[in-house]
Nanobody, 123 residues
Framework: QVQLVESGGGLVQAGASLRLSCVASGRTVGSYTMGWFRQAPGKEREFVAAIRRSGGSTYYASSVKGRFTIFRDNAKNTVYLQMNSLNPEDTAVYYC????????????????WGQGTQVTVSS
C-alpha cells in the first residue's frame, strides 16, 4: 500500500509556471505507474500525464503536451509535474495517483490517490 501527498499548487497568472510534487510513503514510486489527473468544477476527472513504472515512458494529454513534464526522483520517492505556460483552462484540483496496470489514461486503473492540490490560473 502507498500513501500519496500532493503539494505545490497555488494561484498564478497566465503564462506562469508551477511545479507540483507528490510524495509517496509505504512503497517506492518506482514500483508503480504514477499519474497526474485534474478535475475542474462541474467536470469529470481527466488524465494529465503519467510515467510508467517499467522503463519510465511518459504520456501526456494533448492539452498539456509540450507545456507539462512529469518526472520522478526515486531517491526522494517523489513524482513531479512541471507546468509551464499555464492558462486559465488549467485551473483545477490536481491529483496524484499510483497503480500497477500497464494502462495509464483511465482513472480506474489507479489504486491509490492523493487528496489533491488546487491550481488556479488567472487571466
Amino acid at each position: 500500500q502507498v500513501q500519496l501527498v500532493e503539494s505545490g499548487g497555488g494561484l498564478v497568472q497566465a503564462g506562469a509556471s508551477l511545479r507540483l510534487s507528490c510524495v509517496a510513503s509505504g512503497r517506492t514510486v518506482g514500483s508503480y505507474t504514477m499519474g497526474w489527473f485534474r478535475q475542474a468544477p462541474g467536470k469529470e476527472r481527466e488524465f494529465v500525464a503519467a510515467i510508467r513504472r517499467s522503463g519510465g515512458s511518459t504520456y501526456y494529454a494533448s492539452s498539456v503536451k509540450g507545456r507539462f513534464t512529469i518526472f520522478r526522483d526515486n531517491a526522494k520517492n517523489t513524482v513531479y509535474l512541471q507546468m509551464n505556460s499555464l492558462n486559465p483552462e488549467d485551473t483545477a484540483v490536481y491529483y496524484c495517483a499510483a497503480g500497477g496496470s500497464s494502462a495509464v489514461v483511465a482513472p480506474s486503473v489507479y489504486d491509490y490517490w492523493g487528496q489533491g492540490t488546487q491550481v488556479t490560473v488567472s487571466s
